[in-house]
């Protein structure tokens, strides 16, 4: 997404400090609704579709969490 949409997105890979550890989660944040907009759009053509669709195979929610985020490079 920064490469593509807007550097000003931020990135945090989320670990369970309570719940299933094996699982890989992240957040991103955006400087602003337009830069969410452009992303959510870019989810929308055929290439973000099939990756949304790898995603979506693998998610699952199992339960409550608590959870640590720590800024991505």
């Known amino acids: 997404m920064r490469a593509n949409v807007n ?4 990135s945090m890979a989320v ?10 989660r992240w957040v991103d944040t955006y ?4 830069t969410w907009a452009a992303g959510k759009a ?5 290439e973000g579709a099939a ?17 640590r985020a720590r800024p991505t490079k």
């Open 51 to 67: 990756i949304d669709t790898v995603f979506s195979g693998i998610q699952e929610c199992s339960g409550n969490e608590l959870l």
């Open 31 to 34: 400087p602003d609704l337009a």
């Open 15 to 24: 670990t369970a400090i309570v719940g299933n550890p094996e699982h890989f």
């Open 7 to 10: 550097e000003g997105i931020r």
């Open 42 to 46: 870019a989810l929308d053509t055929e």
